[in-house]
């Protein structure tokens, strides 16, 4: 994703996303009990959503390199959540995601 940085095409698309995987999670946990690969699913999406919610949070989409910034930390030190199904994977799942959005949004 190279070329002049929009923080407001940004926003909308990563608060879409957000909303959209805030909206499956509770079906997804409910379908937590039929196997490791719902589980996995349930944890990808939740992953997903902190992500979101930390990008989106107060200025870091105001620049790329801010947001690279915050995304670096967060790899660095993931965040936890009491919502995922399987805590101790959890970390790396959200590593995975904030990988595909440096690589996707790097210059």
Do not use: I
Not at 1 to 11: A, D, K, L, S
Not at 15 to 39: I, S, V, W, Y
Not at 46 to 70: C, W
């Amino acid at each position: 994703m190279t070329g002049v940085w929009n923080e407001g095409e940004v926003r909308v698309r990563f608060k879409k996303r957000a909303a959209e995987l805030e909206a499956r999670l509770p079906a997804l946990k409910g379908r937590g009990g039929d196997g490791a690969a719902m589980r996995a699913l349930h944890d990808e999406s939740l992953a997903k959503l902190v992500v979101y919610r930390a990008v989106l949070d107060g200025t870091v989409l105001r620049t790329r390199e801010e947001m690279l910034g915050t995304l670096a930390v967060l790899r660095r030190n993931p965040p936890s959540s009491a919502e995922a199904l399987e805590p101790a994977a959890f970390a790396d799942v959200v590593r995975q995601f904030v990988d595909a959005l440096v690589g996707q949004y790097r210059h």
